[in-house]
């Protein structure tokens, strides 16, 4: 393994630790309001914190010591080293192809949508005047 992927993966593990820590927080909120014995236990904000940051720890750690995650891992950055990125140029040029793809597809939908309401209007005063 390179040295530069060992920093992009400890990097990378140590943000999911903080994205568990904060999604935790969120379903310990969820919780809380469906459960009054859970909203009890978490309401002491040492457990609550402990919770949390105990989940995080144990994440960033088995992500970081686990020799087959890693490994996994470190493959994954050396596939996306090896991506060709399209240049700026040609970001910008498909970004406005799929802009006026998107205006001409309104458009588009807009005046058959107004041909139809016109038509769904009128049909009744076409047969009623046909049936007279």
């Known amino acids: ?18 994205l568990v820590f904060f999604v935790s927080g969120m379903i310990m909120d969820t919780l809380s309001g469906m459960f009054g014995g859970f909203a009890r236990l978490v309401s002491n904000e040492l ?7 105990g989940l995080a720890a144990v994440t960033f750690f088995l992500l970081q010591f686990k020799k087959d995650w890693v490994q996994f891992f470190d ?6 080293k090896k991506i060709v990125w399209p240049s700026q140029k040609d970001v910008i040029a498909m970004t406005i192809v799929v802009i006026v793809m998107v ?3 309104g458009v588009i939908f807009s005046v058959f949508d107004g041909l139809s ?4 209007t009128s049909l009744p005063q ?3 005047g046909i049936l007279q």
């Open 1 to 18: 393994m390179e040295n530069d992927n060992r920093k992009i993966l400890t990097m990378s593990f140590l943000t999911a630790a903080v």
């Open 47 to 53: 457990v609550r914190a402990g919770i949390q940051v």
């Open 75 to 80: 493959e994954v950055v050396v596939e996306l």
């Open 103 to 105: 205006v001409t597809c």
């Open 117 to 120: 309401v016109y038509v769904v």
């Open 126 to 128: 076409v047969v009623n």
